[in-house]
């Protein structure tokens, strides 16, 4: 889904471009606070000084192929976004335990919705539009990873997108 959009609801899903970064940059902080909030120990806020900046850098070198970097746009306003790459199949498949591994995936790295957007419908948007374009490059599966701490985002990906668990993964602070 290069350059064309997806609609619904009043919400309209594109691909991020030079211009989308205040708005990435107001989300990404609202997903820090909330996440802070869950889990102080993981999540932060991040440093609101040259964040803005650094979304517009992102967006200007834009994604290596295969990346995929959507928003969502709401009465004018970025409500949120997603991004992830399609990983082709490994080389050393026939030697892996998974067989995920033979087939080329969409690994989605972030979803993020603004506070005042979240259970609206622009994650739902989001998702359909990255699995779509990850469909229209070949994956044949979808990953990602959440907070298992989330009330949130669990009954979103088993429920509402029909994601299964498959892995947990574990920390442990060391100093």
Same mark, same amino acid.
């Not at 985002?153 to 892995?167: D, K, L, Q």
């Given at each position: 889904?290069?350059?064309?959009?997806?609609?619904?609801?009043?919400?309209?899903?594109?691909?991020?471009?030079?211009?989308?970064?205040?708005?990435?940059?107001?989300?990404?902080?609202?997903?820090?606070?909330?996440?802070?909030?869950?889990?102080?120990?993981?999540?932060?806020?991040?440093?609101?000084?040259?964040?803005?900046?650094?979304? *517009?850098?992102? +967006? @200007?070198?834009? %994604?290596?192929?295969?990346?995929?970097? !959507?928003? =969502?746009? &709401?009465?004018?306003?970025? $409500?949120?976004?997603?991004?992830?790459?399609? *990983?082709?199949? +490994? @080389?050393?498949? %026939?030697?892996?335990?998974?067989?995920? !591994?033979? =087939?080329? &995936?969409?690994?989605?790295? $972030?979803?993020?919705?603004?506070?005042?957007?979240?259970?609206?419908?622009?994650?739902?948007?989001?998702?359909?539009?990255?699995?779509?374009?990850?469909?229209?490059?070949?994956?044949?599966?979808?990953?990602?990873?959440?907070?298992?701490?989330?009330?949130?985002?669990?009954?979103?990906?088993?429920?509402?997108?029909?994601?299964?668990?498959?892995?947990?993964?574990?920390?442990?602070?060391?100093?």
């Amino acid at each position: 889904m290069a350059a064309d959009a997806r609609q619904g609801q009043d919400i309209t899903v594109r691909a991020a471009r030079p211009g989308d970064g205040a708005g990435c940059a107001a989300v990404w902080a609202d997903a820090g606070r909330h996440l802070e909030e869950l889990d102080p120990e993981l999540g932060h806020e991040p440093e609101a000084g040259g964040l803005a900046a650094w979304f *517009e850098g992102q +967006l @200007a070198e834009g %994604r290596p192929a295969p990346g995929l970097w !959507l928003v =969502a746009i &709401r009465d004018g306003q970025v $409500a949120g976004f997603v991004s992830g790459a399609v *990983e082709p199949p +490994l @080389a050393s498949a %026939r030697w892996q335990l998974q067989r995920d !591994l033979a =087939a080329p &995936r969409l690994v989605v790295g $972030a979803l993020v919705v603004r506070g005042d957007q979240r259970r609206s419908g622009v994650g739902t948007a989001l998702m359909h539009a990255v699995e779509d374009a990850g469909r229209s490059l070949g994956a044949r599966v979808a990953t990602l990873d959440t907070s298992l701490r989330s009330p949130l985002s669990v009954p979103f990906y088993e429920r509402r997108m029909g994601y299964t668990r498959r892995a947990v993964i574990f920390r442990k602070r060391l100093a």
